[in-house]
């Protein structure tokens, strides 16, 4: 393949999304050059747009590419995912093999690490995932969402058939309310929209309306509202010694009443990106519908119109192609 | 001995504390009759005088008794200390030695139960534990706030020499510092009374007094502040995957920014009443100076004297004497 000396990314600065013509980034030792096929806009993406953590720059960390350019030769070709934490891998983090807590790291779209909304990307070649022929490209850029939602086995160890509470019916709820249901749990999954629920229903999953909510019941209730009154709600229908996991993240400063958390001895975790294995292998097995979650596609230099959809209240996923 | 038909208790109403004469509780079967001998001011005290739960009665939780009539002959003349939270013993907490966490529970000096600023005061025969010689009468009252601290290592299994921040240094910080010290923690305790840390410091425990604190650093850190800042504090010193315990029960709504706790993974642990077996061991072990927290001494007549005394600032713990 010739390689073009520019490529067309998308630019953020101060909330203005824009299309731009960018020089072709230079290749450093280790890194793989991928061409982007799609990539997915995240409810992250769209707080960056928003200002939040003072970014400017190209966005964009959930993505499939092809690689054309890498040290290794066998990666050429191959269809990828890429893990967005570029650990030093030479830190206490690492050698633990947390790299995902690095302190040294770059984050793929969102600190310091020009991002996938681009015609081309640069990802560390130990960072790749070759994406199995069942799993279309589409589907595969649910790859990073879909490892953060598994994030959650990870962390906490949760007996089959236990009830677990999902709280919102966004992307990232949908995705965990699935994951944890293909993982044997009994899920509840409670949201204000009866057709976004209609896709977990669609799975087998259990949801619900309601806002009169069972309270001290659930031994694990995920908060993924993405509100700040979600924890508050995650932490009432918690029963004692029971478990809250954060998976919503809200700008500013949360208020919670510790006094129940104390009195019922609940732990809460806060809980971020996941390993990608996990969530490949939960993709090709068919079990997770992910491209029920597709709300549009839009051409790259259509970027700034994509935005603007995806920041419609209750828009899923909007996808990009380059 | 002969029962006298009436005692003296200290009686809580709207912020008012006053010594009163109470009929002799009647003793249900199940239950022991106890002759408290000492009993401490703690500061939910303090909060139930200033109107908290709504409380009106007898309160006290800390305290020592003899045993003066019981079902069980053995237990008669027999020095105790009463676990505080009387359990139904039939429902599934119970079941799984959860007591603690029974929903039909009432709570010694708390919740639906006389407390123990009385001459005489009622608990289960099953709350009873037998202190042993080795531990002084004054001593023994810390033995439920020894619990409390305690119950943190039964929640969370931290390795030998692992450094621990304990953050405060009031009567709870002091004793989590000493108990996790004592379980060979490498514990940092941050505060802002040097008289205070001096306890600390003679048991050869690391303190602090700089509000200059490292950041993302422990893997552990106990907020025993007392204060709503704490929980910030704590989980500013933790380090990612770190562990937070949550032991200042602060009333109303708490500001915490979650950003931190999901990126870093954090994990928050609400803790609060322990067993009393690890406490009493520990104490009867001489490796606590449970002795030098004590701030003073009322007669149970003085009670609203002892109750202005605690609730002055910095003041450690207030014993009562019947």
Redesign the interface.
Known sequence: MNLPLAMQAVHLNQGRVSVRTMPLPARPAGYALLRVLCAGICSTDLELQRGYYGFAGVPGHEFVGEVVESDTPAWHGKRVAGEINFACHSCS?CRSE?ER?C?NRTVLGIVNQPGAFAEFVLVPESNLHEVPGEISTEQAVFIEPLAAACEILD?VTIEPKTPVAVLGDGKLGLLIAQALHAHGLHVVQYGRHADKLEISKGQGIETNTSSDRPR?EFPYVVDATGSAEG?KEAVAMCR??GTVI???????????????????????????CGRFAPAIALLASGRIRADSLIAGEFALSEAPAAFQKAAEKGTLKILLKP
Not at 261 to 272: K, M
Request: net charge neutral.
């Open positions: 983090w947390l807590h302190p962390q001290k924890l004692p010694r954060l998976k919503s993240t809200v700008h500013g400063e949360v208020p919670i009443d510790t006094a129940p958390v104390i009195v019922d001895e609940l732990t809460l975790v806060g809980s971020r």
